[in-house]
């Protein structure tokens, strides 16, 4: 069987943490080497002439996503020392012709790739008649984040076309075995060996997964499992920053200290202390789901206690969220379980009835609906919107490995400030 190629793409925005990075992947059994859009965007063709430099005898991809003056950036590419230029597939057909004609003239191959392209099937027959090398089944981080597969694009064009097929897109060690069971010919790899702290260890289980593709598909989760899986690997901090600061609930501590949690929200409205509806959710909520308490900041009634607590325990629940204060707490401890309240008091309230279960809340300053998800650590807590939960659980992953990377690079003896290179990037 022809040997599958392995491309690292070099999505960062540092050259040198490019060139290091490359270098160990090579170590691991990569075969090309791309230098990503944002490196490109971030340091020009220096970037490409750099790795050249490095890496005399490598194949270096320029992934240019061309969409116009398909000559001028092919031959920007090849005379920085290119092996391969690509090229947006839905560019139009004049582009996509100069820039074939352009890259018989300087020596290098041509691949189109697929991203956001409508109708991928008739486009990769219109692409090998034009005379593309290479076609890419590539879907976006962007659209990864919200369950799109590049997979599935993959399976839609291998048999349309007799060209070499690469995919990209969120790919892993299980993922590539599979590209490479679907007849993928270049499999490309990011994030996966990129923004790993060990980048050699993790290129070789990518090597050894497509050189001997028989790594089963895992089971299919249900879509909450998978969200509260995700969520249960990250840090609200990693969440945060997936959501550009935005769904902390202030305030909160956690009154069990290294505890977490993860689930969908029952929300509930009460007032001064009135500790019935809290008590009367978690007879509504489903195991796994977490309650969220909103007694309007009152810090010196408590609505919630030990008694409460228990309950949540033996019914499942996964954690509560007061926007108030709470006692028993040398009890609650002693259960470890994961509630977040504003304060600690001994006073406690009256089980009048008022306010509601299940309606929308503003807690902390947030607004939270029914079926909203919560997660909260011993950071905080925040909360997701449930119709964005899938994409920010994914983005808050890949906030995870890129911390990471960036963790191992100053434990090598770098700082945040020179792996980050701020200088260069504060706003002007």
Known sequence: MKKVVLQVALDLLELNRAVQIAKEALAGGVDWIEAGTPLIKSEG????????????????????????????????????GASIVCILADADDSVIAEAVRASRLYGTRLMADLINVQNPVARVRVLESLGVDIIVAHVGIDQQMIG??????????????????????????????????HGADIVIVGGWIARSADVTGSTQLIRQAIDSPSIQTPEKKSLDKEIHSLFMQVSTPNISDAMHRKGALPGLISVCGNVKMAGKAVTVQTIAGDWAKPVEAIEIAKAGDVLVINNDSCTH?????????LSCMKKGIAGVVIDGAVRDIDDIRAMKFPLFARAIVPNAGEPKGLGEINAEILCCGQYIHPGDWVVGDESG??????????????????????????REEIRRGSTLSEVSELIKWEKK
């Open 45 to 80: 063709m220096q970037a490409i002439r750099t790795l050249r430099e490095q890496f005399p005898d490598a194949v270096i991809v320029a992934d240019m996503k061309i969409a116009d003056t398909g000559t001028m950036e092919v031959e920007m590419a090849a005379k920085a």
């Open 301 to 309: 009634i408590a609505p919630w206690g030990e008694l409460a607590t």
């Open 148 to 181: 799109k597969d590049s997979l599935d694009l993959l399976k839609s064009v291998r048999g349309e076309i007799h060209l070499p097929v690469a995919v990209a897109g969120g790919l892993d060690a299980v993922s590539a075995g599979e590209a490479v069971k």
């Open 381 to 406: 807590v925040v909360v997701i919107p449930c119709e964005r939960a899938y994409e920010v659980a994914r983005r808050a992953l890949e906030v995870k490995k890129t911390e990471a990377r960036i």
